[in-house]
């Protein structure tokens, strides 16, 4: 039979409404401006002139503070209105790609050069990874390394540059990341690192935490099932990895491509389960029949039936 070759595929990554940094919670504001009002209310009650003074000045701080922070947060919620567009079509795609870059020019945000990054990822994987290398992770702001980190390994480890994902991966602080299915996205990543670095109890433990068979990680569901298809292989647990393959194969089946495409740095034996898969899954078979038929003789089209 020729040697299976589905359409080269990007790995998941968060959705545009689950990016970095974007949730406010209204209610910790809530609570926070009652108790300031509380101790302007205490001070003016004991007419202390110090203690009055001293909430003015810290009156001004917070409110600085609290302009930076809007400001910042509706340039996020315009980078994310962008990335939404950019889903529409490939055109919108390639225009979000342009204004982003127009943005890193303007004002260097590494925000705007994460997501266009995340749009590159979807049509040229090597640009995304020159994206990502050109990040200079001191620039990067702590509320947002986790995230750079965690996508950085997304793909390295989808071009087999896996020391360097293992690296990044050991760096990420998953409690540190608020919305969950953030953080079930980078522990895919970290525990596919791990997997296919030699700590495999490590990586079937953060597994067994985010499982892709859990509905609340079913935004995650495709890289922690890759995660756990090196778990078990690592584990010599072949039925397993064939189950998710199978499964994996069901919901697209190029996503099997990061395991049967050219330099996919998985060992041969990996290499031909996932080439058995997508022979018996009759969709599969049928693209990958339709994409070879001008290079097929007549014998190996009836092979493929």
């Known amino acids: 039979m020729a040697e299976t ?14 990016a970095p940094g974007m949730m406010i919670k209204y209610r910790n504001l809530v609570i926070a401006g009652a108790v300031f009002v509380a101790l302007w209310a205490m ?59 127009a ?6 945000d590494v925000t705007s050069t994460l997501m266009r990054a995340q749009l590159e990822l979807q ?22 390394l986790n995230e750079v980190r965690g996508m950085k390994a997304q793909v390295y480890l989808v071009k087999n540059r896996v020391d360097e994902a293992a690296k990044l991966a050991d760096e990420i602080q998953l409690s540190q990341i608020q919305q969950p299915e953030v953080r079930s996205v980078m522990a895919a990543a970290v525990a596919e690192a791990w997997a296919r670095t030699g700590k495999v109890k490590e990586a079937r433990d953060l597994i067994e935490m985010f499982s892709p068979d859990d509905a609340t990680y079913a935004s995650a569901r495709v890289p922690l099932l890759f995660a756990r298809i090196f778990a078990n292989w690592a584990d010599s647990k072949r039925d397993l990895v064939r189950k998710d393959m199978i499964a994996m ?30 022979r018996n899954d009759p969709t599969a078979r049928k693209a990958i029949m339709e994409a070879q038929a001008p290079s097929m003789n007549r014998a190996q089209r009836r092979a493929m039936k």
Do not use: H
């Not at 003015?56 to 996020?76: E, I, M, N, S």
């Not at 943005?103 to 260097?108: G, I, L, P, S």
């Open 249 to 278: 194969c069901k919901e697209n089946f190029q996503y099997l491509g990061r395991f049967v495409m050219p330099n996919s740095g998985v060992r041969p034996e990996m290499q031909a389960l996932a080439q058995e898969v997508l």
């Open 123 to 144: 049509e040229d994987p090597e640009k995304a990874v020159a994206t990502l290398d050109s990040i200079d992770m001191k620039k990067v702001p702590a509320m947002l």
């Open 43 to 101: 001070a003016i009650a004991s007419r202390s002139s110090g203690t009055m003074w001293f909430l003015a000045v810290l009156t001004v701080v917070l409110a600085g503070f609290g302009l930076y922070t809007w400001r910042w947060y509706q340039k996020q919620m315009a980078l994310m209105n962008l990335a939404k567009r950019a889903q529409e079509s490939p055109e919108a795609r390639k225009a979000a790609i342009a204004e982003l870059t």
């Open 103 to 108: 943005r890193e020019a303007k004002d260097n």
């Open 5 to 18: 070759s589905p359409q080269k595929n990007a790995p998941a990554t968060p959705s545009p409404a689950a």
